[in-house]
């Protein structure tokens, strides 16, 4: 009799299990770049709010205050990487007076962009200082060079 009952459930189960399931279509070129920009302008826009608090007169502890802490209990894979880059952001703003907030903005863009296609984490500023400087230095090539340093950065580490 139990034979009999598993084999009646095998006949009814085939053809629901047999069933192709839905595809699911991946997100178009045009999806994926408008989250990335998206998502790297969120990233950047922190450095231009935190030059702006800097420059009213915050101090660097005040403008990290205002940043809102994670718990410490949550694993590093798990952690907010916006919030994590929000303060590197903020950091940067106050240790590297000596480059404007275009100079960064455009260096976290960069970063971000890298990091969302290779899914690694990129070096902070703190790494390139100099080659940072020397980009900001380069007024009309600015963008493109950040890039390329960006690209060299992601090439020294493979």
Same mark, same amino acid.
């Given at each position: 009799?139990? /034979?009999?009952?598993? %084999?009646?459930?095998?006949?009814?189960?085939?053809?629901?299990?047999?069933?192709?399931?839905?595809?699911? *279509?991946?997100? $178009?070129? $045009?999806?994926?770049?408008?989250?990335?920009? !998206?998502?790297?302008?969120?990233?950047?826009?922190?450095?231009?709010?935190?030059? @702006?608090?800097?420059?009213?007169?915050?101090?660097? !502890?005040?403008?990290?205050?205002?940043?809102?802490?994670?718990?410490? !209990?949550? *694993?590093?894979? @798990?952690?907010? /990487? &916006?919030?994590?880059?929000?303060?590197?952001?903020?950091? !940067? =703003?106050?240790?590297?007076?000596?480059?404007? *907030?275009?100079? &960064?903005?455009?260096?976290?863009?960069? =970063?971000?962009? #890298?990091?969302?296609?290779?899914?690694? /984490?990129?070096? #902070?500023?703190?790494?390139?200082?100099?080659? +940072?400087?020397?980009?900001? $230095? #380069?007024?009309?090539?600015?963008?493109?060079?950040?890039?390329? %340093?960006?690209?060299? =950065? +992601? @090439?020294?580490?493979?």
């Amino acid at each position: 009799m139990n /034979r009999y009952l598993n %084999l009646l459930v095998l006949f009814i189960a085939t053809p629901v299990l047999a069933q192709v399931p839905e595809p699911w *279509p991946a997100p $178009s070129s $045009s999806e994926l770049t408008s989250a990335t920009a !998206d998502m790297c302008r969120l990233q950047s826009k922190s450095i231009l709010a935190a030059d @702006k608090l800097r420059r009213d007169g915050k101090s660097r !502890d005040e403008v990290l205050a205002l940043v809102p802490a994670e718990p410490q !209990d949550v *694993p590093a894979a @798990k952690r907010v /990487r &916006l919030l994590e880059v929000t303060r590197e952001n903020v950091e !940067d =703003v106050f240790d590297f007076r000596d480059l404007g *907030p275009y100079t &960064l903005y455009m260096f976290r863009w960069n =970063v971000c962009a #890298r990091e969302l296609l290779t899914v690694t /984490r990129m070096a #902070r500023a703190a790494t390139v200082h100099p080659q +940072l400087a020397a980009c900001q $230095s #380069r007024y009309s090539e600015t963008q493109q060079c950040l890039q390329d %340093l960006v690209l060299n =950065v +992601l @090439k020294a580490r493979d």
